[in-house]
């Protein structure tokens, strides 16, 4: 019973609506799309590089008449020294050109695949941190990772071998039959005969192969979202004592992904020999048919003929093989790029107009005019919501949690529209505004502050990059700051790890507070920021937050309703509602919830 639990734990843990099997048929404009980022180097890496690869082609075609016909038919049976000599020596020197553009054929094609997965995976990531915040709640960061690095990198052979090798193999085909065509239709048509019963055979592993590589992209994409959240809640995880449980998970999505693959190339295995075989059938009719028209005398096939068909039919089914293979590589580039695709085909759900205003001149009034908004149709986070805040002014929302004091704050970002009604700054609706324009003018300081990896001053100048490193010292004397970092090792220039854990809480809360007055925004959010802050470091940031809100527009959300007895105006929500506001002083004598809810803290505060 514990096995099955744990099985259906693996089976729904990691379900997204992103991660299923896309059921759409190999289409050449997927590819064509797929091609279009080639088009930047059309005039400048690809011509040299086909190019180089026009003269392999030529040489190899040619080389097999050369030594069957002439050497064989006619140097060597008419003992000409002469003529072999020079056929030699013109041999010799067509693999010495055949080297050297094989060489550079590499080389710039290589550079040519590298260029375009740097372009794919910048246009990716461009477009990805464009996406709206309902984006990444329907997606796990492991999920999107796996696009942005395995789906892209993927993709690398089919552009820095697969392109040039179909080019190559197509023209090799074409060639060899128009060759040999020439040399004997008869026996042209015998060996060609086993080409229609190939293709209709491997016809049929398409469709196997296209979805076992979706499969593939689908168990890796879950099995890094597992990695992610493992990393990320180790300590979690490791006071529960869940190691075992963890492993066995990772065990299990460790062992869907091995099957997944060795499903996959097991397909792919299965195209190899069946060319291998039709290689042998091929080369049995050539023996059988090709000698018997073979005259002992007459006019018929030569011996030098019949050698220069033994060298094509070896050539022939080489492309043929290595056109399998490439194959299965624009299978595996389909599973990919439509993966990819479908995140960049993804629309903002908050969609800047062409004509998008810039706000600029910001005062800092914000008005909530009969606003509704809803996470889903079954969720409704605001009811009709009227608000007017003026300009620095400082206002507190209060109330249960799930009440909507997130929500507001995520509409005035304009992180999500509301569902009904209007959210305005200084009288222009958002979405009349550009998003970068309305964002630059607001700071959010968030109560799980996030560090990046880098210097403490990187960290702080993440929220001005032009700033000075005098502005950024500033700016963290400000907040009260300085003090503790300038006790570090390295002061200023200490780095500091992802999520910055070899800082306090506080610690990493005052570096928020830095980050944001560099920033000099006209509207702060303050969405329980304080909240994970000891007594005696409240108290410095209460000071800090004195300069900080001065002549600025301030949303506070706080539990703590210690932190918001100085705010001018303070609103009380309740399941998307408003259902009191005025100052704590106004509230405190109405006796309503606000009241209700400093008396419970109270209690609590004075139970512990």
């Known amino acids: 019973m514990k096995k099955e639990n744990k099985q259906r734990r693996r089976s729904s843990r990691f379900h997204y609506s992103a991660d299923l ?9 997927q590819l064509t799309r797929l091609f279009s980022y080639m088009k930047p180097y059309a005039k400048t890496i690809l011509p040299l590089a086909i190019l180089a690869m026009l003269v392999s082609t030529a040489v190899r075609l040619l080389v097999p008449i050369l030594i069957g016909v002439y050497v064989l038919d006619k140097a060597i049976i008419e003992k000409d020294t002469t003529l072999l000599i020079t056929l030699v020596a013109t041999i010799s020197v067509l693999y010495i050109f055949n080297w050297i553009a094989n060489t550079y054929r590499i080389k710039w094609m290589n550079q040519l695949g590298q260029y375009v997965i740097y372009d794919l995976r910048a246009h990716l990531f461009k477009h990805i941190q464009r996406l709206s915040h309902r984006f990444f709640d329907q997606r796990s960061a492991g999920s999107i990772l796996v696009r942005i690095t395995n789906d892209i990198n993927s993709l690398q052979d089919l552009f820095t071998n697969g392109v040039i090798n179909i080019l190559t193999d197509l023209l090799m085909l074409i060639g060899i039959i128009a060759i040999l065509s020439y ?33 593939v992209r689908i168990k890796q994409a879950k099995l890094n979202s597992h990695l992610n959240e493992s990393i990320q809640g180790i300590r979690v995880t490791q006071s529960y004592t869940q190691e075992k449980e963890n492993m066995d998970f990772f065990e299990g999505l460790n062992t869907e992904t091995y099957e997944s693959w060795k499903d996959a190339t097991q397909k792919n295995a299965m195209f190899r020999p069946f060319v291998e075989m039709s290689n042998a059938i091929g080369t049995a009719i050539l023996i059988w048919y090709g000698a018997s028209l073979i005259p002992i005398e007459g006019n018929g096939v030569t011996i030098g003929v019949f050698v220069t068909f033994a060298f094509y039919l070896g050539m022939f089914w080489e492309p043929i093989s290595r056109l399998g293979q490439v194959y299965n590589q624009l299978l595996v580039g389909m599973a990919s790029s439509e993966r990819i695709f479908e995140f960049l085909d993804e629309k903002p759900s908050v969609p800047e107009k062409e004509n998008a205003k810039t706000l600029t001149d910001v005062k800092g009034q914000i008005n909530f005019s009969n606003v509704e908004f809803a996470y889903d149709e079954k969720r409704k986070a605001l009811n009709n919501i009227d608000l ?24 005035i970002t304009r992180f999500y529209d509301p569902t009904k009604g209007t959210v305005k700054i200084d009288g222009q609706d958002l979405r009349d505004l550009s998003l970068d324009s309305l964002r630059s003018q607001i700071s959010i300081v968030l109560q799980d502050t996030f560090i990046f990896s880098g210097t403490i001053m990187e960290n702080i100048r993440y929220g001005n990059p032009n700033a000075t490193d005098e502005q950024v010292k500033k700016a963290a004397e400000a907040v009260g700051a300085h003090t503790f970092i300038s006790k570090l090792n390295k002061g200023y220039d200490t780095e500091v790890e992802e999520r910055g854990n070899i800082l306090s809480v506080g610690e990493r809360q005052l570096l928020s507070f830095a980050r944001t007055l560099l920033a000099d925004p006209k509207i702060i959010i303050l969405d329980e920021a304080t909240a994970s802050i000891d007594t005696e470091t409240e108290v410095k940031i209460q000071e800090a937050l004195k300069t900080l809100l001065n002549g600025r527009t301030a949303i506070i959300i706080a539990h703590r309703l210690s932190t918001i007895r100085e705010a001018d105006n303070i609103i009380v929500l309740d399941h998307g509602n408003i259902i009191e506001q005025g100052n704590h002083e106004q509230l405190m004598n109405h006796r309503g919830e606000y009241f209700e809810l400093v008396k419970a803290q109270f209690k609590a505060i004075e139970a512990s």
């Open 388 to 411: 007017s805040i003026d300009a620095g002014q400082t206002v507190a929302l209060v109330g249960h949690t799930g009440s909507g004091k997130t929500t507001i704050a995520n509409l």
């Open 21 to 29: 099997v896309i059921e759409k048929p190999f289409n050449w404009s």
């Open 183 to 215: 040399l004997s239709p008869p026996l042209t048509l015998a060996i060609m005969v086993i080409l229609p019963i190939m293709f209709f055979i491997s016809t049929g592993l398409r469709r196997k192969i296209r979805r076992s590589w979706q499969s």
